[in-house]
């Protein structure tokens, strides 16, 4: 990589001095050696304080690259080599960051290289300000007006193969942040003659040539035009072509910079058109015609040329004839016409053209103004760029010279005053110890040109404006008069003698001294140019073309806009836009760039040292550098000064308490800066050498660096705590949140091993316990077994004991038995023997008899008395000895007959065996044992009923009289219903109580008891069926000893009374009922509301009670009727009440319904 050279300031590597103020020593030749070193050095930039001196170096010098834009860009003025870059940069910096406007002056002679500085001001600003889609269309729009203005503003001249033949000034317009908003353009003085005629090896303005070169045919057809320049008188042909300049290109040029400017097509052709009839007019040529009052009139000679004008331009060809032939003048309402002799009629076409020409192109700048005018209202900050003619010192010097040089007088008087004057006015001012330096102050050659009374352009004015012949002489005259005693005034005919020999001074011409030199100027000429005179008819006649751009171009041939004044001549109106040039330039902060040219012949590395000098002299740099050299180099109010830099000190960081200047002076102290370096003035420090504000800016500049760097630190620091303190706390919430999530895990876990261990543990526990458990099952079961088996063995042992002993006692039962018969036998045989046995016998027999009745058979008979008598004998013999006799006592073999029989034997055994299984005394007992042997079925038969016959007796025996009157009435009811009526088995298990209602108790009943004296035999509560529709009601049914009475259950009042005589029969269903009717005897008391119809629940017991009632009472058995179906006597009516199967849904309840008037039906479920 190659290496960078890096400069930190302009002294290093220096060829010559960068800053003409360091150099040693100062003089004329000195100062034009160094350019010169320079410039062979490719060098063409030196400095003087801040202007910059610029030496053409006409060829192309690789400074003004990008790269070299980006070097100079923030950089400090005094930091790099001199550079027009640096002056742009530090104009446009301090117009960005310090809000001052700025202008940049750029002066020279023509070919010095001002258009091409003002070039290169404009693009490095575009290159460093803002970028942006916008921005650069703005950019793009104010860099492309250039080619346009250079194509109809220049010429080639001999000194300049593009010279500007009108003064530029330029405002760039930026916003706050120093991005370009647009701009104005200002034009001064137009060289117009040039239209016309150009001086030898010159040419007209490029836009003629470029136009026939580049147009196509079709628009050269169209514009009237041909290609070749010789057709046309305006344009000089000797210098038609200019080396190195491609006009054909250079209109493609200008057509596209017009468009991105922002011309429509058709004002582009509008302008072109206006531009091709300039160069027509020029073809038109007059030819003199002698009138009959012998003046000469001119007639165009070929009309041709007028006709395509009038064609291009829309004008009627006769109106345009005429105004090329005729005069019209007014005075005082009155119009004189005068015809023109050829030399007027071709002034006044030259007139027209340059007026044309000149209108045009003051119509472009104000449409480029249009087009690049800032588009918003926001306050503006301004960087003007004059580029304006420089000083000229021709042979022939004329009325544009002398205004050029008069613009120039002023630009130096503007420098004087800012640098020179102003400057040691600010020391005096400031109290700063200043050494006067004289120089030259050119407001007196400014006075001699201007003063409104006596200057030479009020002269002028003055001469043009007064009535009578005018001409250039008169006027000379004039100023012989006036300024012949002004000391920058030469004339040869002035009252100054000084001059009257002076043969360098002709008489045609005057002399001024001017700042820069002595310039000749003569004076032919100056009153043409200066009234600038286009005739009426002329301005009328384009005004009547239908060329929208041309008639627009001369407004004051509106006739109805007709103004008798003159027009303001072109000195007083150059006079008065020079004035507000300056105004504008008073007010910004200028810049100076001083160009200079080299050599005459526009050539490279050619210094031609009395040129140079000549430029040095009248731009009065060497005045410039002394200045500078004896003052200071920079200075500043204390409070900006102080506020810029007072972070180099500890004391003014960050806040000075103090007035501002003794914060400077203890800034300055503590920086140690030499004391011999700056002086202090009222309001301002004044720094004398470039170097130490230099050093103060590069301390400063490394401080806000350090500041930055703290900022940044600080801005850092807290960023990065903040983010600290956020990712802590975020931290914090995850470890929460994740320490919950792990301890709940971890919980989980603990828990599930808990569950697994508990159940493992329970499991084991359990099967432990359930081990200990089978175990002890186990030790249970064998211990049952063991006991089972020992218990086995002791009751098997004591069943053996026990059954030995049986043994024994049955053996010793037997043998004492034996023992004792025999020994009864032995001692009673004796009274048996004789008679006993035959009473005996046959007690036992007759009782057997007695017993068995007469109705059985013989054989029957005779055995069951033989088994009676064994019987009998067994229980007499048991009698005998006192004690009972066993089965097998009483089994015992008998030594004779009957009793040593076998089946003896057995029924012997039958009842000895029975005796021990009688069933209980309980006559309802139906046990009775089963028979042992088939042919004892009879006795066994027999026995059973004995038995129980037997029994029954005992049971009655118990009974008393009450138990005895119920089973009376219990038997009555049996013998009245059983097997007749189905209720009949249901109430035998009810007791009859009888008085169900207790009505001696209940308090209810008291009146019905003291209506009632008799017996109460039944008293309860009965449904009495309505008669009517067989629904029921509660009655008290009452019986007595001799009545049958009804009462009220609720209130206990009697209703009906029936003796029991009247009562005939009682009637029921045979089915499972408790319905019955009391039949009355007919015509009886009782009987005439008709006989009852009841249903009870004891319906057994009141049949039973009131037909054993009526039996005692009247000793005639009561008729009890047991139908289905039976009549009922109800009033007159018999009315039968029938008895039916009723269905289940009914109820159990047996229900009755009249169906009618002769049928009550009772449906029994
Ligand atoms: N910095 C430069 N680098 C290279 N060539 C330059 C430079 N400055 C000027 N020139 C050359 O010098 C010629 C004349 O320059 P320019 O047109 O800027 O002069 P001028 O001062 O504007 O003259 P005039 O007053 O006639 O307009 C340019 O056409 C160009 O060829
Ligand atoms: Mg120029």
């Known amino acids: 990589m190659a290496k960078m050279e890096v400069k930190t300031s302009l002294l290093d590597n220096m060829i010559g001095v960068g ?79 310090q809000d001052k406007d700025q202008c940049i002056l750029i002066t020279g002679e023509s070919g010095a290289g001002k258009t091409e500085a003002s070039k290169l001001v404009m693009s490095y600003v575009a290159a460093v300000c803002g970028k942006g889609a916008e921005v650069n269309q703005v950019k ?30 330029m405002d760039i317009e930026f916003d706050f942040k120093g991005d370009p908003l647009g701009g104005v353009i200002s034009n001064y003085l137009l060289e117009k003659s040039r239209v016309v005629k150009q001086p030898r090896g010159e040419r007209n303005f490029h836009v003629f040539y470029q136009l026939l070169s580049g147009a196509s045919e079709e628009l050269l057809n169209k514009l009237k035009l041909e290609r070749d320049f010789s057709k046309y008188n305006y344009l000089s042909l000797d210098s038609a072509k200019v080396n190195g300049v491609d006009d054909a290109a250079n209109f493609r040029t200008v057509r596209n910079a017009m468009q991105i400017v922002g011309f429509m097509d058709h004002e582009a052709e509008s302008v072109l058109a206006v531009v091709a009839a300039v160069l027509k007019l020029g073809n038109i040529e007059f030819k003199p015609e002698s009138r009959v009052n012998g003046l000469d009139e001119s007639k165009i000679k070929d009309k041709n040329e007028l006709k395509e004008i009038c064609e291009l331009t829309g004008i009627d060809q006769s109106v345009l004839e005429r105004a090329f032939s005729f005069r019209t003048v007014e005075a005082k309402q009155e119009k004189v016409s005068t015809t023109l002799n050829v030399a007027q009629a071709y002034y006044a076409r030259d007139a027209l053209a340059k007026n044309l020409y000149s209108r045009l192109f003051s119509w472009l700048v104000n449409r480029i103004n249009e087009s690049i005018k800032a588009q918003t209202k926001v306050r503006k900050k301004v960087m003007g760029v004059l580029d304006i003619y420089g000083f000229e010192i021709f042979e022939d ?72 012949t005018v001409t250039d ?116 902060n200028p810049n100076y760039i001083r160009c200079i040219k080299p050599n005459d012949k526009k050539a490279a590395h050619i210094f031609t040292e009395a040129l140079v000098c000549h430029q040095i002299r009248y731009l009065g740099l060497l005045e410039n550098v002394r200045v500078r050299r004896a003052g200071y180099a920079f200075r500043q109010a204390y409070e900006p000064c102080l506020e810029r830099y007072k972070m180099l000190c500890k004391q003014t960081w960050p806040h000075w308490k103090g007035p501002a200047r003794s914060g400077v002076e203890v800034l300055f102290n503590e920086l140690e800066i030499p004391v011999e370096e700056y002086s202090f003035g009222r309001s301002k420090i004044f720094i004398r050498n470039p170097r130490t504000l230099f050093k103060l800016e590069d301390l400063r500049k490394q401080r806000l660096e350090d500041l930055a760097t703290l900022i940044q630190k600080i801005y850092r620091g807290w960023k990065c705590r903040t983010h600290f303190l956020l990712m802590k706390k975020s931290q914090i919430v995850i470890a929460a949140w994740y320490r919950r999530y792990a301890q709940q895990k971890r919980y989980q876990q603990t828990k599930s091993s808990a569950l697994v261990i508990q159940s493992y543990i329970r499991g084991w526990k359990a099967r432990k316990i359930l081990r200990e458990l089978k175990h002890q099952k186990r030790c249970k079961e064998a211990v049952t077994t063991i006991a089972a088996y020992w218990h086995g063995t002791q009751a098997r042992r004591e069943l053996r004991r026990l059954k030995e002993e049986a043994r024994n006692k049955h053996a010793i039962a037997v043998i004492w038995a034996y023992w004792l018969g025999s020994k009864v036998r032995r001692e009673y045989r004796k009274f048996f023997r004789a008679n006993a046995g035959k009473k005996i016998y046959e007690f036992t027999l007759q009782r057997i008899r007695e017993l068995l009745g007469e109705s059985r058979p013989k054989k029957a008979r005779a055995l069951s008395c033989e088994t009676a008598m064994s019987c009998g004998r067994a229980r007499l013999a048991s009698k005998l000895v006192g004690r009972r006799v066993t089965g097998s006592q009483a089994v015992q073999p008998h030594p004779q007959g009957l009793w040593s029989s076998p089946s003896f034997r057995e029924v012997q055994k ?41 029994r029954c007796k005992k049971y009655r025996d118990q009974f008393t009289d009450q138990q005895k009157l119920i089973y009376e009435e219990k038997l009555e009811a049996s013998e009245l219903f059983k097997d007749k009526k189905a209720l009949y088995p249901s109430s035998v298990g009810q007791p009859f109580q009888g008085a169900y209602l207790e009505i001696n108790k209940n308090p ?19 449904n009495k069926i309505n008669r009517a529709n067989g629904k029921s009601t509660s009655r008290i049914f009452l019986l007595t000893n001799n009545n049958l009475l009804l009462a009220d259950q609720k209130s206990g009042q009697i209703k009906s009374e029936v003796p029991l005589v009247d009562v005939t029969k009682v009637s029921m269903s045979s089915q499972n009922d408790g319905f019955f009717a009391v039949h009355l005897k007919e015509g009886s008391e009782a009987a005439s509301k008709g006989d009852f119809l009841f249903s009870s629940d004891h319906l057994i017991e009141m049949a039973t009670k009131l037909y054993r009632t009526t039996l005692s009472q009247t000793k005639q058995k009561l008729n009890i009727e047991i139908s289905d179906e039976f009549l009922v006597q109800f009033r007159q009516d018999k009315v039968c009440v029938k008895f039916i199967q009723g269905n289940q849904k009914n109820g159990s309840v047996p229900t009755c319904k009249r169906k009618n008037n002769r049928l009550l039906e009772v449906a029994v479920p």
């Not at 793009?140 to 593009?162: C, H, I, M």
């Not at 000084?498 to 008489?507: A, G, I, M, Q, V």
């Not at 079925?937 to 059973?944: A, C, G, P, V, Y």
């Not at 209810?1004 to 509560?1021: G, N, P, R, S, T």
């Open 140 to 169: 793009e729009q104010l860099l492309q007006s250039n080619p346009v203005l250079e194509a109809f503003g220049n010429a080639k001249t001999v000194r300049n193969d593009n010279s500007s033949r009108f003064g530029k000034y």
């Open 19 to 97: 800053d003409m103020v360091l150099l040693e020593p100062l003089n004329e030749e000195t100062f034009i050696n160094n350019l010169k070193k320079r410039f062979d050095h490719s060098e063409i930039y030196t400095y003087i304080g801040s202007v910059v001196i610029s030496v053409n170096p006409y060829r192309s010098l690789p400074i003004y690259s990008p790269e070299k834009v980006e070097e100079y860009r923030n950089r400090n003025f005094y930091e790099l080599s001199p550079h027009i870059f640096a002056l742009s940069d530090e104009a446009y910096r301090s117009l960005r960051d």
């Open 910 to 950: 039958y009842f000895l065996e029975m005796k021990n299984k009688m069933p209980s005394l309980s006559p309802i007992d139906k046990n009775w044992p089963s028979r042992p042997y088939l042919f004892l079925d009879s006795t066994h038969k027999e026995l059973k009923r004995i038995f129980h016959l037997w």
């Open 473 to 588: 002489e008169t006027f000379l005259e004039k100023l012989n008069q006036v300024c012949a005693t002004h000391q920058h005034f030469e004339s040869r005919m002035s009252k100054c003698s000084r001059f009257l020999n002076d043969t360098s001074l002709p008489h045609s011409c005057f002399r001024i001294q001017h700042y820069a030199g002595k310039v000749l100027y003569q004076v032919e000429g100056f009153v043409d140019k200066n009234n600038d005179l286009l005739y009426r008819d002329l301005s009328q006649a384009m005004w009547k073309a239908s060329h929208a751009l041309i008639k627009s171009l001369f407004p004051e041939g509106n006739p109805a806009k007709i103004n008798l004044k003159r027009p303001p001549t072109a000195g007083s109106q150059f006079k008065a836009s020079v004035a507000t040039l300056m105004k504008n330039l008073q007010t910004k």
């Open 397 to 468: 010097n004329s009325f544009e010279q002398f205004i050029i040089n008069y613009c120039n007088e002023k630009l130096q008087q503007i420098f004087i005053e800012l640098t020179l004057k102003e400057e040691q006015e600010e020391y005096i001012r400031e109290d700063i110890e200043w050494t006067h330096i004289d120089y030259f102050n050119n407001a007196i050659i400014c006075d001699l040109i201007e003063n409104n009374t006596n200057g030479i352009l009020a002269m002028l004015d003055e001469e043009c404006l007064r009535p009578g």
């Open 1004 to 1022: 209810k009943y008291k009146k019905l008891k003291d209506a009632i004296e008799e017996k109460i035999i039944i008293a309860e509560v009965v």
